[in-house]
DNA sequence: ATCAAATACCTTGCAACACAAGGTATTTGA
DNA sequence: TCAAATACCTTGTGTTGCAAGGTATTTGAT
């Protein structure tokens, strides 16, 4: 019994996952489970299992990069950080975002 | 050779088109060719080969009906309109959708 | 010294779903 | 009579988020 709304929810989680990861990596660099925080603490709720596989692909597409750094505790930690070429493709998904706002946007306006 | 943007633009439609369609029939009834008009007039662009299943299964989860009407030109139209239970789930991605808007929003304040 | 808890990392298998491509049916008009 | 336009729909493929499960490191209590 799912209802329609919590699977949107999610569709539309999945929509904007590499976009909100590259933004946040812009801003400073961060690991893994930080970045699945950040996330969280702005409701874009997601799995581990589905953020390590992103960070792969997007190191593996150029992207980003990354490094080890000790932790105060627990094991060292994989800082990634945000690459010129993923910073031009930020751009682009910037422009990816807003245009879908406005499409949105522009479809409830024509309600009422 | 597909680009992340490319990518991700698909990515962000597919996650906003069940809300999208949504709305467009809480304005009024359309058949299918005229909802794919609509989105691609916002720049939404979508294959027939998506709409068509989701009409379908919209329909299923009771969140549409459906009429035939002759057409003018060419075989008659499906126009669907949306229900009691549809418009109460609309609410529910309204609200889903600013969530989301006001997530990226934060992420993006972020910056900087 | 040992073991539990906390913190991090990562992989596998499954299910959902958009899209490209291809197909059928109806009407009009040349 | 046949091409063009309009409309409907189905199938096969590839991508991908997630649940579940697994490994490794450190600290601190017993």
């Known amino acids: 019994m799912e209802s ?3 699977n949107n929810r999610t569709q539309m989680r999945r929509g904007v996952l590499e976009y909100s990861i590259l933004l946040i990596l812009a801003s ?12 969280k603490n702005v409701n874009i709720i997601v ?4 953020v390590y596989p992103l960070l792969i692909r997007l190191k593996k597409l150029g992207l980003l990069t990354y490094r080890w750094e000790e932790s105060p505790q627990g094991p060292p930690r994989k800082y990634y950080k945000i690459t010129e070429t993923g910073k031009q493709q930020l751009k682009g998904l910037d422009a990816a975002w807003d245009e879908l706002s406005e499409g949105i946007s522009s479809i409830r306006k024509g309600l009422k």
């Open 28 to 39: 400073s660099d961060e690991y893994a489970s930080s970045i699945i925080q950040k996330l």
């Open 4 to 6: 329609i709304i919590e």
């Open 47 to 50: 799995a581990e299992g589905t």
